[in-house]
Every structure is written in C-alpha cells, then in structure tokens.
C-alpha cells in the first residue's frame, strides 16, 4: 500500500473536486427578460400596489408558496433580513428571551438581538445536530417568548416535541430552514413546520440567486407585518389605516427587498430544487453506505420521518477509537487531496460578543436587560455542541449535484487510507 502523503507519499487524489454549479441558461435568460423590462426593482416605499414589489418578486412569492403548500411567501434580500423580520413580526422585545441553537449560523441568534431579545442557547441532539426538546425545556422561564428552531445541516429539527412545548407555554416559533429547502419531516416540507419559516438564497445554498431569502407562514397577521417591515412600515402605516398603538409594535420599517433579477433567477432555481435535491440525497446515502461500519467514524444520522436535504454532511470522529485525534485525522485527508472541515461553527456563546456582552452601544445592550441564568454564556453551557465543534464533528460539502460516483469514492478511499496507516502517523508523531 501507498505511503500516506502526509508522510511523503502520493496524494490519492491530484485534482480539486468538481464546485457546485445550478445556475445554467435557464436562469441567464430568466434574467436577460428582466434586462430587456428595465425596471429591475419595482418595489415602492408608498402605499401603492409597488408597495409588494414588480412581477418576478410576486410571482415567485407565490410559486414559493405553491411549492412549500404555504399561505403566504415574503421574498426577502436574505435569510438574516427574513430571521430578523420574522422575530419583529412575532413582536419580540426588549428583554423578552428566545431559545437558540449555539451550533449554527450567527444570525440565527442575532434575529432575537436585534429587538432587543436575550438568546438563550439550548444544547443540541448528538444524532441530528438540531436543538435537544430536553435542553429547550430546560431552558423556558417566565420571560421565554420565542424558540428559533434550525434544521442545521439540512436535517429538519424535531418540530413535532418543540411545537407541543411551544403550545404548552404560549411560545412562538421561527423555523430557520436555510440549509434544509425540500427536506421534510413526516411529509411535511422543512420551512413549514413552525409558524413561519426562514429559507436562504444566497450563494452557498441548495438553490440561490446570489443573495436572497423568503419566510411563510399561514398566518395573515404575520404575512402581512412581514410585508411591513419588508419595506418601510413607519411611512406606509397611517396611509395603510392603522387601528391602534398595540399594532404599531416592531412596525420600524427596513429595506429587505429583492430585485426582480434575484426574484428571476429563484424562481428557476424553484424549478430546480426536486433535481438538485434528488443527486444531494444519492450522493450522501453513496457516502454513508461505504462509510458504514469504518472504525471511529460515524455518518450522519437521520432521524424516524425524516428526508434529510445534506446541505453538509456531517461526520462523527472518535479520536480514541482511531487512534489519533481529529485535527491530524484532517490533515492527513487534506494531503490526500480531499476536502473536509472540522467542527463546524464555534458554538455562538463563545463570541467575542456575547462573552463581553456588549451588542449595541457600550452599555450593553440588551444584554443588561437579561437575568443571570439567561445571559450565562460560560464554556460549558451546551456540552454537546461543544464537544461537537471541539472534538467529534468533520464536514464535507461534497454531496451535491456536480459530484460523481469517483469523486464520491474517492473521498471514501481517502478515509479508508488514513485508517489504514493509523499507525505510520502514530510512529510518525513520536
Ligand atoms: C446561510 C444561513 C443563514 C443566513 O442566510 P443569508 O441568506 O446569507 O442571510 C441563516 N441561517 C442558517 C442556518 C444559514 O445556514
């Protein structure tokens, strides 16, 4: 057998592996026909019919929501413009407290920020990487308002337990289904299994349209305050005929509009998504079949019910039962060649900005309004995304629709090499 490359020996693999490429003619001419109208937003900050935007923006609004069996879809700029309009359409405030995951993307917990709300951060599943229903409950007090539940890496979370919690102590949840368009949990679509839910278009994504998001709901009241906050609130609200001061709450309008060229663009990709999901779930179930049964290494799991949308397919490592720990188990597939990451996101506790509570002004707000036991973002608050991020995860972004069965293999082949030559680095480390 070949000598690691780590060790000198040859690389298995001498080429980079093929990127992630959905956008095709489809969507150039999608976007030529906008050029050709010249108007590339149409949206207007007045109380008009311009108020909801031109006709790419609400045709994919409602070919979004035909799709997801939703009510209502709100074409946004991004993910973060929909978390943060959501939390203020849920009419979140100061001090109010919304339970988080740490293991996930920043602006999960901002959105609560952002209103002035404290993120209280929740442990997560070992299996799924989603937030635990134990630790949420562990987590509610008498100032909990909202649960921001996120199906990470494409796995939905356990909505049925957090929605029975939720009506259990009158909370609201924001699902943010950023990684997971077109999983589902029981038949139901991800995005649509809380009362309103966040996707993403950006760049990264399954599907996307550069920079880009869209919330749903069924709810009229939200629709209609996202619509809102979308665009302006304040200066439309009197000419829209407004009832009362309760009505007004969060109704601070921003600009979270798409263009019509965005709004093109993602409506291919809509078209787009059952393909592109469908060469995801082949790629990811190759991986963990030939994986399956490797000392130390664990595939990722998939929960009972679920459609699992592999934005990243995550792998648990048992440095003790490898014999090596994690950061030399990565090295030595780099030098193979192969791409893989380790521990994913920092649990978000650990940031500079929680750790010194200061967010807006150098008070610290709104940290200050918070209680001791919500604003205790010590190390060791959730040991599982700890332990996750420090010690056990690996991640590949390789199963998506421009990978091929060698691609696929090789990364395997790789694993199984570095395994096999465990010892060499042992030898090689003394
Ligand atoms: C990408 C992502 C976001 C933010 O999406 P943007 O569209 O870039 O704002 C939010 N949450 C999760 C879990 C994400 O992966």
């Known amino acids: 057998m070949t000598k690691l490359a780590l060790l000198g020996g040859t690389p ?4 980079p592996f093929p990127a992630y490429r959905s956008i095709g003619d489809e969507e150039k001419h999608a976007v030529l026909a906008v050029l050709d109208r010249g108007i590339l937003s149409q949206f207007l900050g007045t109380w008009s019919p ?3 935007g031109g006709p790419e923006v609400q045709a994919l609004e409602s070919e979004w929501a035909a799709y997801f069996g939703c009510k209502h879809a709100v074409a946004v700029n991004s993910a973060t413009s929909g978390l943060y309009a959501a939390v203020g359409a849920a009419g979140i405030g100061p001090g109010d407290e919304v ?5 996930t993307m920043s602006a999960s917990a901002t959105a609560a920020l952002a209103y002035g709300g404290i993120p209280v951060f929740a442990d997560i599943d070992p299996e799924t990487f989603c937030l635990d229903p134990d630790s949420i409950r562990q987590r509610i007090s008498p100032r909990t308002r909202a649960i921001i539940a996120v199906d990470i890496f494409g796995h939905p979370a356990a909505f049925g337990e957090i929605m029975s919690i939720a009506q259990q102590h009158n909370l609201l949840v924001i699902e943010d ?49 996202l619509r809102l906050i979308r665009n302006h609130a304040e200066a439309v609200i009197k000419a829209k005929g407004y009832q009362s001061r309760d009505e007004l709450v969060n109704l601070v309008g921003f600009n979270y509009r798409m263009t019509e060229i965005e ?9 787009k998504l059952d393909s592109l999901l469908v060469s995801r779930i082949a790629a990811a179930e190759h991986l963990t079949r030939r994986l399956a049964g490797m000392p130390g290494i664990t595939p990722p799991g998939v929960a009972s019910g679920v459609k699992h949308g592999y934005y990243v397919f995550a792998i648990k490592y048992d440095a003790a039962a490898v014999g090596m720990p994690r950061a030399r188990f990565a090295d030595a597939l780099r030098a193979e060649g192969i791409p893989i990451g380790t521990g994913y996101v920092e649990p978000l506790y650990l940031q500079p900005m929680y750790q010194e509570q200061i967010a807006f002004g150098k008070d610290g707000f709104p940290f200050t309004l918070g209680s001791k036991e919500a604003t205790n973002y010590k190390r060791g608050l959730c040991p599982i995304a700890e ?17 091929r069965q060698d691609d696929l293999d090789d990364f395997v082949n790789a694993v199984s090499k570095v395994l096999d030559h465990r010892l060499d680095l042992k030898e090689a480390s003394k």
């Open 177 to 225: 289904a950023a990684q997971a368009p077109g999983a589902s949990l029981n038949g139901r679509l991800a995005g649509t299994l809380a009362h309103m839910g966040v996707f993403s278009l950006n760049y990264h994504k399954t599907i996307h349209c550069g920079e880009g998001g869209v919330i749903v709901t069924d709810d009229d009241k939200f629709a209609d305050r």
């Open 12 to 15: 298995l693999r001498s080429t």
């Open 263 to 271: 709004a093109a663009i993602a409506r291919q990709q809509l078209k």
């Open 387 to 403: 332990d996750m991020h420090f010690e056990t995860v690996l991640t590949t972004d390789i199963c998506h629709a421009g990978i």
């Open 99 to 103: 339970i988080v995951s740490p293991y």
């Open 50 to 52: 311009d108020f909801f």
